[in-house]
């Protein structure tokens, strides 16, 4: 990687994050307010999701910090929930208790009718193989809690276990710096 400085930006919060229901790719609510987001700076180099939620929040950020190129990826989209997109939390973990533990869906599990946690890796390796690795400059990553962390596995080189993944979670609306450790 290139890049001099990595950033990721998770989307501000959506009605769907107020009332505890699951997002994923297609449930795109919009996001509550158009507000500033929180550690912002200037980059060089914006990867956003198309995703409404991550759009919107751009706009927000572009608004207060300079920005040189933005790019839109579908890679970058929020992993697939299927069925459970757009309901309650609560209700979907009663509904399939065996793909959540204490109210947190279980990353290696796959959703009835969304996306596997392979193909959701498969995606993630893919953005970043073909933009972040040959990326140069200050980059800012816009996208969902899920894809960001997966994301941040990949970078950091850390194998990804059930109980890392539901430790790491990545603040609505706020410019987070990412630490990259190679060998």
Not at 58 to 79: D, G, K, M
Not at 145 to 158: G, I, M, P, R
Request: aromatic share 10%; net charge positive.
């Amino acid at each position: 990687m290139n890049c001099q400085q990595l950033f990721f930006l998770r989307h501000l919060p959506t009605q769907n994050n107020s009332h505890a229901c699951i997002n994923g790719r297609s449930a795109d609510s919009p996001i509550l307010e158009m507000r500033s987001i929180a550690g912002a700076r200037d980059v060089d180099v914006v990867y956003c999701s198309p995703a409404l939620r991550c759009r919107q929040t751009l706009e927000c950020f572009i608004q207060a910090n300079s920005v040189q190129t933005v790019y839109e990826s579908n890679l970058l989209l929020e992993r697939s929930m299927g069925l459970l997109e757009g309901q309650k939390r609560d209700a979907m973990a009663a509904l399939y208790p065996d793909l959540f533990d204490r109210n947190k869906f279980r990353v290696f599990s796959t959703p009835p009718g969304g996306e596997s946690f392979e193909g959701f890796m498969q995606r993630v390796r893919c953005f970043y193989t073909e933009h972040l690795a040959v990326a140069s400059g200050d980059v800012l990553v816009c996208s969902h809690n899920q894809f960001l962390k997966a994301l941040y596995f990949l970078v950091s080189n850390e194998p990804i276990s059930e109980k890392r993944w539901k430790a790491l979670n990545f603040p609505l609306g706020k410019m987070v710096p990412i630490r990259i450790f190679r060998n």
